[in-house]
């Protein structure tokens, strides 16, 4: 039985096609720039021999009902989709749930609506989400299908920890709070942290850094999130590629009152001309690392802004762990950046990071440890896997409904 991934935005849709027995992935690939004149829409799949395929086309593609037609046409030529039902759930990936979601959940009517209720939080992903859950629902009425939220891992956060230092009424009336995303990432390297630790996840106190284009950190005590860095929207927190993460709010007054910056204007500047951009014209950390080395002073400093703000977390985090098993690195900078991790971890033998210098310079792939084998705190590398960790919570959120219900039809139940 196999289990599909959609991440809808508003201009692509991504797939993965697992098979539940051993997650194996069947095929994966998006279609891009939905809606303009030259879409594209690529992707890969094993053949009946096991042989990696692939393709790549360029083809107009008007809307995400054509999009998702075209990749569920496409499941079915390469024979990896036998028809509806070969497919045990569809799972999706749906940005911001608010505080009505704390775990995946079964789609229908009432869960739509109050999804869309959540728009105003995520104008720019809740609906994109939205439209691919609409056009799968139509395309596969009989399968059920599950929203899996980026922010259902956060609401384990206690209100000390969520709540801002504004008037309650602006929570209580207008849902003013921080509520936290990449939870599906989080969520995955802190489960395979506590595997690799040889521990239940119940056991582990985890601090995971997040670091790609958009970047967060979570502390995690016994497999719950209890503070993250980003906020009310994805702009709080860690420098990232271009926004700014924390700031003094009064920076919007002084901007709006002395360069007559308004609304829009802010909007922009925090959350697309800031960050590593603003700081030295470049978002992209590989060729900051190449400025460097030619001497540019504006891309050593954005380093160093970017590494200074992940350590203020760092601290903040492990006192309120109290005590730390593992810091886990993930996401296209955690993963591959071993300068970043290094400049992280500097100076803290003494609180029990003993880093393993040639295994956190070596040039791996995978899941790693990169600390001595005698450091009391682990710092682990773990590739995160957003797409698998959906379709986990997808099966795992059918059986659990399915054993309290039998709701299914045996089609789609799992075997
Ligand atoms: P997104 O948040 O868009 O999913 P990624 O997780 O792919 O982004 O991370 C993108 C970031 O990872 C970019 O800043 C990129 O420069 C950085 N990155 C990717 N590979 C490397 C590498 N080998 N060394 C340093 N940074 C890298």
Known sequence: ???LVLNSGSSSIKYQLFHA??????????VNRIGEPRGEFSGRWRDADGEEQGFALDQTIANHREGLGRIVARLRETQVLAGEGDLTAIGHRVVHGGEAFQRPTLIDGAVMAVIRGMSPLAP???PANLAGIEVALNLFPGVPQVAVFDTAFH???????????????????????????HGTSHAYVSRRAAALLGKAPQECNLITLHLGNGASATAVRGG??????????????????????DLD??????????????IQALDDLFNRRSGLLGLCGVNDMREIHRRIGQGDSAAALALEVFCHRLRKYLGAYWVELGRLDALVFTGGIGENDAEVRARTCA??????????????????QGERRVTRAE????????????????????LEAIERIDSRSGMFPASSTVS
């Open 224 to 245: 719950e999130s209890i503070d993250t860095s980003m906020g009310l929207t994805p702009l709080e927190g860690l420098v990232m590629g271009t926004r700014c993460g």
């Open 21 to 30: 027995a051993n997650w194996r992935v069947l095929a994966a690939g998006a």
């Open 347 to 364: 100076g803290l033998e003494g609180m029990g990071i003993l880093l393993d210098e040639a295994a956190n310079q070596a040039r791996g």
């Open 1 to 3: 039985m196999k289990v």
């Open 155 to 181: 609401q384990t956060m206690p209100p000390a920890a969520y709540r801002y230092a504004l008037p309650e009424e602006l929570y209580k009336a207008h849902r003013v709070r921080r509520y936290g995303f």
């Open 249 to 262: 709010p009064a920076i919007h007054f002084y901007l709006a009152n002395n360069l007559g910056m308004d």
């Open 124 to 126: 720019l992903h809740n």
């Open 375 to 394: 450091s009391p705190v682990a710092v682990l590398v773990i590739p995160t896997n957003e797409e698998l960790e959906i379709a986990r919570q997808t």
